[in-house]
């Protein structure tokens, strides 16, 4: 269903969010562009400033809107977020076709080129470490959350980059599966079944 579209002022706060299933609320002064003066660099570091910008209203609303529609599954190892954060990196962007995938990831295109090319090594990084399973949050939130490089890898390695992961596996595994809908990738809450009928093996 479309939501009622709220926009507003907050002094910086929120990009985006939902309240219940039917409105959706995007502040117009977290767009105010990179080099805008009110955006303190204590506060907004540059991998940061690089989506807040009018190009990504539409991004991170959409980002904001499908999350609220995922169920979240009750274990939170590394896995169960990679996954999550695919399933909504991988919706999005059938939803906004128009847009490039590196924006929709909130990379540059460099950043975006960086990943495709090192796919299996950040994979075989996840496994080498043994973060794929791992339930301490300290130990992978570099991989999943906003942050200006990943861990172990190059100083050109983004962060995220276990999102991006997610979303490849989540990509592999609709490809593999074409009959399921999106609502059937919103439903399916097992994130091992999710890995293993991807059949994921990155070269």
């Known amino acids: 269903n479309t939501p009622t579209i709220v926009s507003y002022i907050s002094a910086y706060n929120y990009a985006a969010f939902t309240v219940g299933e039917d409105t959706l609320a995007f502040n117009l002064d977290m767009f105010l562009g990179k080099d805008h003066r009110g955006y303190d660099p204590n506060i907004f570091p540059e991998y940061l400033k690089n989506s807040m910008q009018k190009e990504f209203i539409i991004i991170k609303s959409m980002q904001s809107y499908v999350q609220n529609l995922i169920i979240e599954s009750k274990d939170q190892r590394m896995l169960d977020m990679m996954i999550l954060q695919g399933k909504i990196l991988y919706i999005v962007e059938k939803l906004l076709p128009f847009k490039p995938s590196y924006m ?10 960086w990943c495709n090319q090192n796919e299996a090594e950040i994979w075989k990084l996840f496994i080498d470490k043994d973060l794929i399973y791992n339930r301490k949050l300290t130990a992978f939130a570099k ?29 592999k595994y609709m ?18 079944k999710i890995l293993k009928e991807s059949k994921y093996r990155p070269k």
Request: aromatic share 12%.
């Open 175 to 192: 490809e593999r599966n074409p009959d399921l809908s999106l609502q059937n990738l919103l439903d399916e809450l097992d994130t091992e």
């Open 104 to 113: 929709i990831h909130e990379y540059t295109e460099n950043q975006w080129n």
């Open 143 to 171: 991989f999943i959350y906003p942050s200006p490089h990943s861990p172990y890898m190059p100083s050109e390695a983004p962060g995220q980059t276990g999102n991006f992961i997610g979303y490849k596996i989540v990509q």
